[in-house]
């Protein structure tokens, strides 16, 4: 029914051109493009393509999958090989993932990126990530909830619990936040799980500056840039269970606000003060034996774990990859939208930060014993 209606929508929108019923069934849609390169670094372009067709025994409209790849000096030529092996004409513009191969994103995107912001036909809408490993085994491989892996990883982004990890970014996103500041990002990177069929999952992060791949976060440290970065996310923070050692409760996160301050006099040993002030509202989810919410003093000590918990981890992370010279937390960008006359040579390295966190943890006063029902 999913992909039912979702060829309605596609055909309903290529109608309000000029485009006729038969322009439809004369045309192969892109629902994925995976960007690649060979040994010379010239680019390999992999598309998912759908044809509407129709099914006398089903007595609708029904769609085929098709997979093609076209090679060339560049984009341009790579799709124009792809178009020259289609059986009809391919329409990218209801593209929905443009998916750099780890390969690709670390000789450079904006290799790339050109004829993706430039075409009419390639529309800024489509969500950009890294894929680790062979694009025709992602192509190729059979994913047990959708046929098409198009459909499939755009409801992949949109479940609140994948995205929890990092909110996945359009390229319209990537193409503005790749010109500010340090010129440095955070795309989500995908992987295959399991045996076939498999699943196709978000677990780390590609760090990119300059357009070019250069460290990946780990699943862990994505949820704290998450954390310290990023408003309406969604999931979980564990924390040790104050009243059973070894012990955890998990508390899930309902809303954030993230405040961020910036200062500089220009005086003090030249030090630029950055500071986040992170709010949080949490309940209880689970945890492991009883533990009495009824108490103040626990309450006190579960609120004092989640903020010792995100505090540490996020000036950990920032002191690790300002280390590495690499400002994943946006710092120079905000200091030049604040002090646009003063030299941003160096901000980083200038830099020391402030993590402030506030904690209001929900919960029925009635509630005597979480586990118990």
Excluded at 107 to 119: A, E, P, S, T, V
Excluded at 216 to 240: A, C, Q, S, W
């Amino acid at each position: 029914m999913k992909k039912i209606i979702f060829f309605m929508i596609i055909l309903t929108f290529y109608f309000v051109g000029c485009a006729s019923y038969e322009d439809a069934n004369l045309t192969m849609f892109t629902l994925v493009t995976i960007i690649d390169i060979d040994e010379n670094n010239k680019p390999i372009v992999t598309m998912e393509l759908f044809r509407s067709l129709y099914s006398q025994e089903k007595a609708g409209e029904m769609g085929a999958r098709f997979i093609l790849e076209g090679r060339g000096d560049t984009i341009s030529e790579a799709i124009s090989d792809i178009n020259q092996k289609a059986s009809y004409r391919v329409n990218t513009i209801h593209n929905k993932m443009l998916i750099f191969t780890d390969k690709a994103a670390k000789y450079g995107i904006d290799n790339f990126l050109g004829m993706f912001i430039r075409d009419q036909e390639f529309l800024l809408r489509p969500y950009v990530m890294i894929y680790e490993g062979d694009p025709k085994k992602l192509m190729d491989t059979k994913i047990r909830q959708e046929e098409f892996l198009g459909l499939y990883l755009e409801e992949l982004v949109r479940n609140e619990f994948a995205i929890s990890i990092h909110y996945p970014e359009r390229l319209f996103e990537y193409a503005n936040l790749r010109t500010i500041g340090a010129k440095t990002d955070i795309l989500n990177i995908i992987k295959m799980e399991g045996e076939e069929p498999s699943e196709v999952v978000i677990y780390e992060g590609a760090v990119i500056v300059e357009d070019k791949m250069v460290d990946k976060l780990t699943k862990h440290d994505m949820r704290v840039y998450t954390l310290t970065m990023e408003e309406k996310t969604n999931g979980f923070i564990t924390i040790p269970n104050p009243q059973m050692k070894g012990k955890y409760v998990s508390l899930t996160l309902l809303e954030n606000k993230i405040k961020t301050e910036i200062k500089y006099d220009g005086k003090i040993e030249n030090v630029i003060h950055f500071s986040k002030e992170l709010s949080f509202k949490l309940s209880f989810n689970e945890t492991q034996k009883i533990i009495d919410l009824t108490d103040q003093e626990i309450r006190k000590k579960l609120e004092a774990e989640v903020k010792k918990k995100i505090t540490e981890e996020s000036e950990a992370l920032f002191q690790e990859y300002k280390n590495k010279g690499i400002d994943v937390f946006d710092v120079q960008a905000t200091f030049m939208r604040k002090y646009p006359k003063e030299s941003s040579k160096d901000v980083l390295g200038r830099t020391k930060i402030d993590i402030k966190v506030e904690v209001y943890i929900e919960g029925s006063p009635n509630t005597q014993n979480f586990n118990d029902n």
